[in-house]
């Protein structure tokens, strides 16, 4: 069975970090493409990072990039996203998704989705 199980999500101050955690199983990890999405109340989700487990080869946001940071233990079939200088804006339901493709992750698509996490970033 596959999964992809997203955790790390809390409540956090503006300025604050937070590392979240997407577990993987039940696939070839290595050989796929993971990516880090969000989802705010009201609006679309949102590509924020992705890594290509196969070569480490990682993409940002633009609204991200410098704050944001995706890594892969791939030992431990994890990818981490450790959010820092965090902002209200970045309050959303988090979910990481598979794809063999990392083309396909940066057009919203993907084999495999894992349910969310909620980050709250506080003013």
């Known amino acids: 069975e596959v999964q992809l199980q997203a955790s790390g999500g809390g409540l956090v101050q503006a300025g604050g970090s937070l590392r979240l955690s997407c577990q993987a199983s039940g696939f070839a990890f290595d050989d796929y493409a993971i990516g880090w999405f969000r989802q705010a109340p009201g609006k679309e989700r949102e590509g924020v990072s992705y890594i290509s487990l196969s070569d480490g080869d990682t993409d940002y946001a633009d609204s991200v990039k410098g704050r944001f940071t995706i890594s892969s233990d791939n030992a431990k079939n994890t990818v981490y996203l450790q959010m820092s200088s965090l902002k209200p804006e970045d309050t959303a339901v988090y979910y990481c998704?598979?794809?063999?493709?990392?083309?396909?992750?940066?057009?919203?698509?993907?084999?495999?989705w894992g349910r969310g996490t909620l980050v709250t970033v506080s003013s």
């Open positions: 998704a598979a794809d063999l493709r990392a083309s396909q992750l940066r057009i919203g698509k993907g084999d495999y």
